[in-house]
């Protein structure tokens, strides 16, 4: 009996001399494997050799780590990447208008030109410098609003009213550029909950833009759905692609930046986070060669 004690005791001890060598050879292979995954950029996790609850949750703690911090190194890099072409992108928006009025300067030192000239380059420099406050600006506000600095202040407004006014202000500039836009809207549309300063902004910048980019019908509606009030923005734009409408909300996105040098693609995307942050949504789509810029308004 004394006997069968001993090697039941002799076979247990092995048993567990057994499962210390391998869980000190399972933590070796681990250790090894993770000072691989952190010298290399990888995706792979790390894996256990044999069933062991105790290494197993601690590997699930590991691997958990090891997502995050893979995520966080891929948000880094975007950040980064993104920080790049908004100088490149803040870079080439000043330098445009700067060179335009550095130019028109140098012309004006030219004794040789007449007062009509003078007053001509004199008249553009004006503009350019106005362009370049404007373009100042918008940098300024864009940071503010993503930086969660731009006070939304909430009352009941009236959407139409304050629209009219804007379009009536903007009558000259739609004449002066052969524009008819067609107007409809119901004068009869609920209030809503919104701030009035911010709803002028969005209003003016989308007018702004397609005066900008009109090329030939624009419409401009507002009319009650169901629990919304929905506001459009319609203009032709036979070159502009599906896949870049979805694009137009993006910062410094613009798809005449190479063409033309002259848009920002700031108003827009200051648009879209002025209607978001006061509880509306808005979306871009091209429907038979038209840009429309669609809001919904919550009553």
């Not at 139409?160 to 809207?185: G, H, M, R, V, W």
Request: with cysteine.
């Amino acid at each position: 009996m004394q006997n069968l004690i001993t090697i039941i005791l002799s076979i247990l001890l092995c048993i567990n001399f057994t499962l210390l060598i391998l869980r000190r050879n399972e933590i070796k292979l681990i250790t090894k494997k993770l000072k691989i995954i952190n010298n290399n950029d990888t995706n792979e996790l790390l894996r256990i050799s044999y069933p062991n609850s105790n290494i197993e949750d601690l590997l699930l703690e590991i691997n958990y780590t090891l997502k995050l911090n893979k995520e966080i190194q891929c948000k880094s890099k975007e950040m980064d990447l993104e920080l790049r072409q908004a100088i490149a992108n803040i870079s080439h928006d000043l330098r445009t208008p700067l060179t335009s009025i550095m130019g028109y300067i140098q012309l004006l030192n030219d004794k040789s030109i007449s007062k009509d000239e003078h007053a001509e380059y004199l008249l553009i420099i004006e503009k350019r410098s106005s362009a370049l406050k404007d373009l100042i600006s918008s940098f300024y506000d864009l940071s503010r609003l993503q930086a969660n600095e731009y006070t939304i202040d909430i009352e009941k407004i009236n959407l139409q009213s304050i629209l009219c006014e804007l379009i009536a202000t903007y009558y000259e500039d739609f004449n002066n550029k052969n524009l008819e836009p067609e107007i409809n809207i119901d004068e009869n549309a609920p209030l809503i909950y919104g701030d009035k300063n911010a709803v002028i902004r969005i209003f003016t910048n989308l007018i702004q833009n397609i005066l900008k980019h009109a090329e030939g019908n624009l419409e401009i509606s507002l009319k009650l759905e169901g629990k919304y009030i929905i506001t459009e923005f319609s203009n032709k734009a036979v070159e502009l692609s599906e896949e870049d409408a979805k694009k137009v909300f993006e910062r410094f996105f613009t798809a005449d930046r190479m063409r033309s040098g002259q848009n920002t693609g700031l108003g827009l995307a200051i648009t879209k986070i002025l209607v978001e942050k006061q509880g509306h949504e808005i979306e871009a789509v091209k429907r038979n060669d038209n840009l429309i810029i669609r809001i919904k308004w919550k009553i």
